[in-house]
């Protein structure tokens, strides 16, 4: 198994040093050939005021080496596929263990089947000195476990600094007539959608054993089991590159939360947490596990990188993902988005045909029909559609006029991916999204209404 991960990784290496080569080459940073590019003075061709712009954007992009050189590190001096964990001792010897799970108890059932998995996964392993807490706003009613805790914050409660949102919960556990943990006792803090996979608690268990480090965390993958939204789930693939990239890094090299600090699959110490502290006021309440490494790592503690992996599902729709996002406020929620549109020109062949495409293939896969479709679905599709339309006349300029739905049919017709898909036709409700029919629900005007942008 080893031996394959070795195999894995390398070629894994080869691949990524040969599209970074290619990238190049593609954006002329590389010339193969022996011509000359022509030289072209910026001053004279865009005047001293545009010329100093440009410089200056040029050079905005090395504020990113830290963390590309860090990701590039990440990622290749350290095995992508390291295959199954060796436990260092017995699970029978390990300290206890408390996996703290934090949630509004929106979703119940969600956090009863999670419960009930990750028990079972700890169970395999052989792990038996431990306890599932879930810290909830509304009470789930869990069932009566020696191995479950439902703590319900009460609603009067309030920290001594303000602290609010999840600091608030996390703090509740730490008052002194509602902890049970002793200070040499471990904490592994999870999300309501976290699943622990039994790498991950072999890890868990290795990093406790160890001891040399208060803080921890471990890698979360997002498309596992089944994907519920295609779009949501490729839009936080790029997380899986930061675990293993940057903050495995800074965490095996220097022990320290230099770049990035996440919520989720955190392993802490008992003593230590309650030494930070989650009481860190409104400023701690944002973004409180940044905010919490940060004081942390000022106060002297060490991190370290925990082995194995966790899994977690990617909200189920765009307007859940946007919900994650609006902490920041909405002045920089509205300055992140514009970066993002910003950016979309120099991304656009390794980000936006990834996305389109992930979501043609996805209602082409469950010929989805218009009833079923939101209104925030439409507003999606007449955005594929809007770049099909683009596309579509590039394609044009050498080959004569065509229709949209031609040209999506072809493209159907003649990819192997969507013939692994048994397509071989345009759904009805994309042939009359792209000719502009309205398809209106008479019982409901938020579902299935469709203006086609085109």
Not at 45 to 56: K, N, S
Not at 162 to 176: P, V
Not at 245 to 254: C, P
Not at 377 to 389: R, S
Request: with cysteine; glycine share 6%; net charge negative.
């Amino acid at each position: 198994m080893m031996l394959r991960g070795n195999i894995l990784h390398l070629m894994h290496c080869v691949f990524f040093l040969s599209f970074i080569f290619f990238f190049l080459v593609f954006a002329g940073a590389i010339n193969l050939k022996e011509d000359e590019k022509a030289y072209i003075d910026p001053v004279d061709t865009y005047g001293l005021v545009g010329a100093i712009i440009l410089y200056v954007l040029r050079l905005l992009t090395l504020l990113t080496i830290p963390q590309v050189l860090c990701n590039f590190a990440g990622l290749t001096l350290f095995n992508a596929f390291p295959g199954k964990i060796k436990l260092k001792g017995s699970p029978l010897l390990a300290p206890f263990i408390c996996i703290r799970v934090v949630t509004r108890g929106d979703f119940p059932k969600l956090v009863t089947n999670n419960v009930s998995r990750n028990m079972n996964t700890c169970l395999d392993v052989g792990l038996e000195n431990f306890i599932i807490e879930v810290v909830t706003d509304k009470a789930i009613n869990l069932p009566t476990h020696r191995r479950i805790r439902e703590v319900v914050i009460p609603a009067e409660y309030k920290t001594k600094t303000g602290a609010l949102f999840k600091s608030r919960a996390l703090q509740y556990c730490l008052e002194d007539n509602v902890n049970i943990l002793g200070d040499s006792d471990w904490i592994v803090h999870l999300d309501e959608e976290t699943l622990l996979t039994e790498n991950s608690v072999r890890g868990i268990l290795n990093f406790v054993f160890d001891g040399q480090h208060p803080f921890g965390q471990g890698l979360i993958t997002y498309a596992n089991e089944e994907v519920v939204n295609w779009l949501t789930t490729l839009a936080d693939s790029f997380r899986v590159a930061d675990d293993m990239g940057k903050l495995r890094f800074q965490f095996y090299m220097f022990h320290k939360p230099l770049f990035s600090w996440k919520g989720s699959y955190v392993v802490t110490k008992v003593s230590a947490e309650r030494s930070v502290s989650f009481d860190n006021g409104l400023d701690g309440s944002v973004a409180e596990d940044c905010y919490f490494a940060m004081k942390a790592y000022k106060e002297g503690y060490t991190f370290n990188f925990v082995e194995g992996e966790m899994w977690e599902k990617s909200p189920f729709t765009l307007w859940d993902f946007m919900q994650q996002r609006k902490r920041y406020g909405p002045l920089k929620f509205i300055m992140c988005i514009a970066g993002a549109l910003a950016t979309i020109p120099l991304n656009v062949v390794i980000e936006n045909i990834a996305v389109i495409w992930g979501i043609l293939v996805k209602i082409l896969h469950n010929h989805l029909h218009p009833s079923s479709i939101s209104r925030l679905d439409i507003y999606i599709l007449q955005y594929v559609f809007k770049y099909l339309e683009f596309i579509r006349r590039l394609h044009d300029q050498g080959d004569g006029e065509q229709s949209t739905v031609s040209f999506l049919q072809d493209l159907v017709g003649s990819s192997v991916l969507f013939k692994v898909f048994g397509m071989s036709a345009v759904p009805d409700v994309l042939v009359e999204a792209c000719n502009g029919v309205d398809v209106d629900d008479d019982d409901n005007d938020d579902e299935g209404y469709v203006t086609a942008a085109i």
